[in-house]
């Protein structure tokens, strides 16, 4: 077995960068540029932060992805094998890359990405924990998308869902503490886990 050390060196500034056990990606509490562990070390990417909404604020932070995709959903055929209409358009998406149960990752990757507009500097505090990388959260994405589908009242049997990422960032959530739960403050939504 070969091992391969990793400088976690900010891609950008130099800044050393802390991080857990199994994290991927990376946020600088120096400068704020993101990175993402690669084959051969540290690449950078492009990061943004969400706001809290009025009357919240950020406690601690915790990272995701943000994507923008065009989404072609069609073929959609009822279990008679009746076609019912499919749809189309450029959608954004805010997707949690820490850990989570998957119905609370589902349910705040949901609220977030219906809510979430208001951008700004990444903090130039710890943003840690983040272990999903890009490929799983488009393979999320997809989850999202059927999931919404398959609760319309046609009988869906089968569709054919398109996911074609236009632009990616990592993003920093602002989240705060909630009775040994995560509120988000972006959405109000209590999520499991610390």
Excluded at 56 to 69: D, H, I, K
Excluded at 91 to 99: G, K, L, N
Aim: net charge negative; charged share 20%.
């Amino acid at each position: 077995m070969d091992f391969h050390l990793v400088n976690l060196d900010c891609p950008a500034c130099g800044s050393a960068m802390a991080a857990g056990p199994n994290d991927i990606l990376f946020l600088c509490a120096h400068c704020g540029s993101g990175a993402v562990l690669g084959d051969t070390g540290l690449d950078k990417v492009d990061s943004t932060a969400l706001m809290p909404a009025p009357g919240r604020r950020a406690m601690l932070w915790r990272p995701g992805w943000s994507v923008e995709a065009d989404v072609v959903v069609d073929d959609r055929r009822g279990f008679k094998g009746r076609v019912t209409p499919g749809w189309s358009g450029r959608r954004q998406f805010i997707i949690p890359a820490f850990p989570l149960a998957l119905e609370d990752l589902t349910l705040l990757a949901g609220a977030l990405s219906s809510a979430a507009d208001t951008t700004g500097e990444v903090p130039k505090e710890p943003c840690l924990g983040g272990t999903l990388d890009l490929a799983d959260t488009l393979v999320f994405i997809r989850y999202l998308i059927m999931g919404t589908e398959i609760t319309k009242p046609d009988d869906l049997a089968s569709v054919n869902i398109e996911i074609s990422p236009i632009s990616h960032r990592i993003v920093a959530l602002p989240f705060e503490h909630a009775d040994g739960r995560l509120r988000c403050a972006v959405t109000g939504t209590v999520v499991r886990g610390e």
